[in-house]
């Protein structure tokens, strides 16, 4: 919670350094325009603030109050000496047609940006059960075990094979596959902290990494997610049980692709036990 807290502070801090030195970007362009006149033309220069400030913080709204400040700026800045001669609505015109240009700008810049967001969760979601894939798993777990190492944290990792799986996908289809492995996801979301990260490794195969936890603690947390787990599977009459390998580092000095090995080999192990179980270690 504390780190979340962290964060938070963080990225509201950073908001406000990104709105501030828009805001700054276009006071600077607007004194030039100001001061060199209708010399230079600066229309193409008010689209730096506008860019700069979506690219970082996401929202039309947002980009709907900087396009506005962009027009006054430019319709002060305009209005020395350019319409002496002119009709008084002339300015408000051209006010009006830049700040349409700006919210074109605007609209196609943030739907660039959210397709792009769009493909980049994409590429870090698992197609069929919607939690976090492989790639996502070894990028952001590999942070939080590399912070857990930095403060001297605990960190476990907990490997989890669905015993009977192939059967499932045998004799009701792989239909009934996939919605046996999103019901998984969802148990497994549904009972972990938010800070913890769960994946789905390929197959029946899935990961919880419990950072700044230790191997009592961890062991508890997958003791009960097994039970729902089993509870679910019986309610849904379904022959599945679950192998899992909890690898815990009190004093962790290893990355997360060396943990999850140690994972792995305890899943293998308890499944040589005779599966559905919990094979644990403490491995510092």
């Given at each position: 919670m504390v780190t979340k807290e962290k964060n938070n502070i963080r990225n509201i801090l950073n908001s406000v350094s990104i709105t501030v030195l828009s805001l700054v970007l276009v006071a600077l362009i607007g004194l030039a325009d100001y001061s060199i006149g209708k010399k230079l033309s600066f229309s193409v220069f008010y689209l730096i603030?506008?860019?700069?400030?979506?690219?970082?913080?996401s929202g039309r709204t947002a980009g709907f109050l900087i396009s506005a400040i962009c027009t006054l700026v430019w319709f002060m800045a305009d209005t020395k000496n350019s319409y002496a001669d002119a009709h008084f609505l002339?300015?408000?015109?051209?006010?009006?047609?830049?700040?349409?240009?700006?919210?074109?700008?605007?609209?196609?810049?943030?739907?660039?940006?959210?397709?792009?967001?769009?493909?980049?969760?994409?590429?870090?979601?698992?197609?069929?059960?919607?939690?976090?894939?492989?790639?996502?798993?070894?990028?952001d777990g590999g942070k939080e075990v590399k912070r857990c190492i930095r403060y001297k944290h605990p960190?476990?990792?907990?490997?989890?094979?669905?015993?009977?799986?192939?059967?499932i996908?045998?004799?009701?289809?792989?239909?009934?596959?996939?919605?046996?492995?999103?019901?998984?996801?969802?148990?497994?979301?549904?009972?972990?902290?938010?800070?913890?990260?769960?994946?789905?490794?390929?197959?029946?195969?899935?990961?919880?990494?419990?950072?700044?936890?230790?191997?009592?603690?961890?062991?508890?947390?997958?003791?009960?997610?097994?039970?729902?787990?089993?509870?679910?599977?019986?309610?849904?009459?379904?022959?599945?049980?679950?192998?899992?390998g909890l690898a815990s580092y009190n004093h962790p000095t290893k990355l997360l692709e060396e943990i999850l090995n140690k994972a792995d080999d305890l899943m293998y192990l308890a499944k040589k036990k005779g599966k559905n179980r919990i094979c644990s270690k403490i491995f510092n």
């Open positions: 603030p506008i860019l700069f400030l979506l690219w970082f913080q002339v300015p408000y015109w051209n006010a009006f047609v830049r700040f349409s240009v700006f919210m074109v700008f605007v609209f196609l810049l943030t739907s660039l940006k959210r397709s792009l967001m769009n493909e980049k969760i994409k590429a870090r979601t698992d197609f069929i059960t919607g939690i976090s894939n492989s790639q996502s798993f070894f990028e960190v476990s990792i907990a490997y989890l094979d669905c015993d009977n799986f192939k059967m996908n045998d004799t009701l289809g792989h239909k009934a596959g996939d919605e046996l492995l999103r019901l998984i996801a969802r148990l497994l979301l549904g009972n972990i902290r938010e800070n913890d990260l769960a994946a789905r490794l390929g197959g029946d195969e899935f990961v919880i990494l419990f950072p700044e936890t230790n191997d009592k603690s961890a062991v508890k947390v997958m003791s009960r997610i097994q039970k729902v787990l089993l509870s679910t599977m019986i309610k849904n009459k379904l022959d599945v049980t679950f192998s899992i």
